[in-house]
């Protein structure tokens, strides 16, 4: 056995039982160089968006109309917080791989973890205004948000429903109510 493997991690082990030859996803998905990939495309998006948002990123906000402001703060907040979603899902899978939990376990500590939310409004009084830069971090964090919703899915089986998230319906009033005037 390599590093990492036991008998229940075993890649032609499936989760209904052993003898029907299946390859159970999860576990070959877990252990391979495209998972490594993309933790650290993951890993390494949280830390540019950091470094943009407290450097150049914050430089730029100040220039913003009062309506731009409040579209920068709004998506820069939706942007940390898909982010960080994103990489508690990436560390729960590191996990399982290097065998500090089980698939089992982690499932169940995934349901705290919101990889369908929150969406980006990409259009809208003040979203002109936006800095490219935050635009171009928003856009490749949904794509990887799209490619773990889809991992997830295979992994873990079905897709989970969204549930409603109260604060961000409050930033939605709050974008109407004071976006229409700069």
């Known amino acids: 056995m390599t590093r990492g493997e036991s008998m229940d991690r075993n890649p032609t082990h499936d989760r209904g039982g ?12 877990a252990g391979s160089e495209t998972f490594r990939t993309l933790f650290r495309e993951g890993m390494g998006l949280v830390e540019e968006t950091a470094a943009y948002l407290d450097g150049p990123g914050r430089s730029e906000s100040r220039d913003l109309t009062r309506t731009g402001s409040l579209v920068y703060a709004t998506e820069s907040m939706r942007l940390t917080t898909r982010l960080m979603q994103l990489a508690s899902w990436l560390l729960l899978q590191r996990a399982v791989n290097d065998g500090e939990m089980t698939q089992a376990q982690a499932g169940q500590e995934k349901s705290k973890v919101r990889i369908d939310g929150p969406t980006t409004a990409r ?8 800095p490219d830069m935050l ?40 974008n109407q109510v004071f976006g229409s005037g700069n």
């Open 18 to 29: 052993a003898g029907t030859g299946t390859i159970d996803f999860a576990q070959r998905f």
């Open 123 to 130: 259009t809208g009084p003040g979203w002109d205004e936006v």
């Open 135 to 174: 635009k171009q971090l928003i856009e490749r964090s949904v794509r990887l948000q799209e490619r773990i919703r889809k991992l997830d899915a295979a992994i873990y089986g079905g897709e989970r429903e969204a549930a409603p998230n109260p604060v961000f319906a409050q930033i939605g009033k709050l």
